[in-house]
């Protein structure tokens, strides 16, 4: 436990250098995006019409994915481990990189929860949902930080809409969060079963 919320209170207080530092290059994410994930995604808007890729189908299709629940493109056969932290809470997110604030009832894809999944999607599952068996279908692993950023930069172009609560951004709504991770924390020592079934 007290690992857990340690690692929880440290991502909450990095997240505030990591908007300022961690600036991703959408450019730079586009070739990034063509050399290495069009293999397996495709990026293809409402009317099918092929944004970006070869129509790669071992993959979900991205478009959109940024601010959307993780698992939820329809038809695509995801991993349990994906469909699973796509039904967290927000503040059920054991990694603490979920967005957080009133609009978002469950985790939906951001820039730090992004970034760490492409960097190890497997390994961040497991952490995300504390169950050491979860693997992600995604077997590939995005080596380089900056590079993790400027893809997530990418794929938020197709996100217009997508906004981060403004929680991040203020001491107040920060602290207030970790309290309530604190409480989920502790339901969590008891049985996880009640949380998550209903
Ligand atoms: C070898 C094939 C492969 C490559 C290469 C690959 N992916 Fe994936 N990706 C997948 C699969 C399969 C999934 C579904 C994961 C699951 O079900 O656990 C996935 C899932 C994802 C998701 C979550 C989608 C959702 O709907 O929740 C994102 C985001 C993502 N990939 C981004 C990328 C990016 C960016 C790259 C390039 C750096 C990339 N992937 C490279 C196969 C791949």
Redesign the pocket.
Known sequence: MKLFTALATSTLLAAPAFAQEMNGDAANGES??AR??V???VIADESGEVIAGRN?R?????HG?VG??????ED????D???AY?ELAPEEDLTGTAPTGEQFETVV?GPEN?MA??QD?TAF?REALDDRRA??????K?RDEQ??AD??AY?ATFSPDFEMGDEMAEGDAAMGDMDEMDHSMDDMTGETETETAN
């Not at 959307?68 to 493109?73: L, N, Q």
């Not at 695509?76 to 991993?79: A, E, G, N």
């Not at 693997?135 to 590939?140: G, L």
């Open positions: 990034e995006f290495q994930c293999s397996c995604h790669g071992i993959g979900p299709n991205l994915v959307r629940a993780p698992g939820a493109v695509f056969r995801y991993s481990a994906i469909v796509g894809w992004t999944y492409l999607p599952l693997r992600s279908k995604m077997a590939y995005v590079v993790a893809l997530y794929l």
